[in-house]
Every structure is written in C-alpha cells, then in structure tokens.
C-alpha cells in the first residue's frame, strides 16, 4: 500500500527558506516519479512540479523556476522540496504525490501525502 | 498556462440525482484529463485519468466524457459520501492545470 508521510508544519518569515520532506513506503521508491503540488487556503492546487525517483531529473513549473529545488535521498526513500525566498502569497498545504502508475511518466499525481502546512509571516 | 475552468463552482442536490460537473480548457488537451475529489482538510484523491479510466475502486456511479476543450464528470446517483470538492486538471502541457473546483452538496 502506497503511503507517503510529509514533514510537520512550518512557519517563516518573508525572504527566508523551506524545505519539506516526503517519505514513501509501500513500493519500490525509484520506481516511479513524485510531484509536488501546493493548495492556498480557499484555491484549487497549483502543481510545483515533479523529480524522477529512478535519476534525479526534475521539470518544474516556470512559475517558481529559479526559487524551488527538489531532491532525493533514495536510501531512505524520501523526496524533499526547498522554497526559496519565500513571500505572503507562499502560504499554503504542500503536498508529496507519486505518479500514478497508468498515466504517462510525470503526468498524474495519483497517490497523496498529507500536506504540509507553510505559514509565511513578518 | 491552459486555464482549467469549471462550473459550477457550486452545486446542491438530493441523494440520488445525477449531478454533471463540467471542465473547459483554454486549449486542446486532447484526452489527457484527469479529475479528483477532495474532502475537507484532506488531500485530493486522484479518481478518473484520461477522461474516462476509473482507478481501481472508485465507485462507478462516477464517469467522466470529453476531448479537446470540454469533459465532463457524472455522478449517476449521488450519495451521501459524494459531499466534496472536485477538480479536473489537465496534463497535455506543462505547466499541469487544475481548475478552480466545483463543489457538491447534498440538500
């Protein structure tokens, strides 16, 4: 069973960084790719972007080109995404998802962690 | 960016109806259309790809239609645990695209 276990809640000040962690269990990590998508209070989700479990190849969205980074640690099975230079309009869940294993590689965020709640205020 | 745009933003309806939620995009996506369901204070859960595959065990009163820049999703009998929010989104171009979310509620 696919599960995916996000970091706690963090809160920051403006300008300053998050990194939020994403630890999968229930199959085999490299396998598959995991996105990242973020949901403002109130909104649709807005999709971040995606990293490739089995080679560490990232596509981001162009909006936070440049201010996201995400990453691997594939021995402990854990992905994890860096914002950057954070900003009010920055405050939302962010969420870990694994591709879902019958759409194109990269396409569908079908299996999700619970969310990490990132508050950022002066 | 595809602008995903769905109505209504808000429908009410009894145990039982049929309920159709629509998706337009701004742009062709061909069929890669997928919807999700989501609870309050709860992730999204991923319930049709490619406009009309149901994942394993979604319920199949739900069903989903379309190509190019209009899909449907339906609902054929609403039941109670239906009561969420719902979000088509889109992955024929990248950025990936949701819409703005319809919600249902049971009257």
């Known amino acids: 069973q696919v599960h995916l276990v996000q970091s706690g809640a963090e809160v920051r000040k403006p300008g300053a960084s998050v990194k939020v962690s994403c630890k999968a269990s229930?199959?085999?990590?490299?396998?598959?790719?995991v996105h990242w998508v973020r949901q403002a209070p109130g909104q649709g989700p807005e999709w971040m972007g995606w990293?490739?479990?089995?080679?560490?190849?990232?596509r981001y969205s162009q909006k936070f080109q440049g201010r996201v980074t995400f990453t691997l640690d594939t021995s402990a099975s854990t992905a994890y995404m860096e914002l950057n230079s954070l900003k009010s309009e920055d405050t939302a869940l962010y969420y870990c998802?694994?591709?879902?294993?019958?759409?194109?590689?990269?396409?569908?965020?079908?299996?999700w962690g619970q969310g990490t709640q990132v508050t950022v205020s002066s | 960016d595809i602008q995903m745009t769905q109505s209504p933003s808000t429908l009410s309806a009894s145990v039982g109806d049929r309920v159709t939620i629509t998706c337009r995009a701004s742009?062709?996506?061909?069929?890669?259309l997928a919807w999700y369901q989501q609870k309050p204070g709860k992730a999204p859960n991923f319930l049709i790809y490619?406009?009309?595959s149901l994942r394993s065990g979604v319920p199949s009163r739900f069903s989903g239609s379309g190509s190019g820049t209009e899909f449907t999703l339906t609902i054929s009998s609403l039941q109670p645990d239906d009561s969420a929010t719902y979000y088509c989104?889109?992955?024929?171009?990248?950025?990936?695209?949701f819409g703005q979310g319809t919600k249902v509620e049971i009257k």
């Open positions: 998802a694994r591709d879902f294993e019958y759409c194109t590689g990269g396409s569908c965020p079908g299996y």
């Open positions: 229930g199959y085999t990590f490299i396998k598959f790719v």
């Open positions: 990293i490739n479990a089995a080679n560490g190849n990232t």
């Open positions: 742009q062709s996506v061909n069929t890669w």
């Open positions: 490619k406009v009309s």
């Open positions: 989104q889109q992955f024929h171009t990248y950025p990936w695209t």
